[in-house]
């Protein structure tokens, strides 16, 4: 792995954890909050190879844990199983089947939420975990899926150009 793959995928998250920070933490829809590291880290699972993956999810869960600094190490953790589950099924998808791919990102955000709602349990906090918590995740996973719309095209139009200037 070159070094410039940790600078890359460091700038892109804490371009991604600035922009959902400021941005998208004003734009709610119906309570859910957007998690746009998660839709880019999906997203980049159709196109990098699993050394890279693993490498963006780590510095992913890493700079999110330190930037939320509530539970360290549960970002991980659900990036981790998001990852694991992606790559035991990814041989079987399309890149360019945007279908796929949006329900992909859907169910990752439902895995996710699901994932930090255990963790939540595990750590005495379960209070938080009611059915306010349960409709944030639906409408939070619902944003990312709109969200999916405009990332994943332009994941998948930035390495298609990649690729052919590569060749």
């Known amino acids: 792995m070159k070094i410039i793959n940790y600078i890359l995928y460091t700038l892109l998250i804490c371009l991604a954890i600035i922009i959902e920070a400021t941005f998208f933490s004003n734009i709610k829809l119906f309570g859910g909050m957007a998690d746009l590291v998660l839709v880019i880290l999906v997203s980049l ?7 890279d993956l693993l490498l963006a999810f780590i510095i992913a869960g890493v700079l999110m844990d330190l930037y939320i600094g509530q539970m360290i190490g549960s970002h991980i953790l659900a990036f981790g199983i998001i990852l694991l589950l992606i790559n035991r099924y990814s041989k079987r998808m399309i890149r360019e089947n945007i279908v796929i791919a949006l329900l992909i990102i859907f169910l990752s955000s439902i895995i996710y939420y699901l994932v ?3 963790l939540l349990l595990f750590v005495g906090k379960g209070y938080y975990v009611n059915l306010i918590f349960i409709k944030n995740a639906l409408f939070s996973s619902i944003y990312n899926l709109l969200l999916g719309l405009i990332i994943y095209p332009l994941t998948y139009l930035i390495f298609h150009r990649i690729n052919k200037e590569i060749q």
Request: a positive charge; hydrophobic letters at 50%.
């Open 116 to 118: 930090m709602g255990v």
């Open 45 to 51: 699972t159709f196109f990098l190879k699993r050394e």
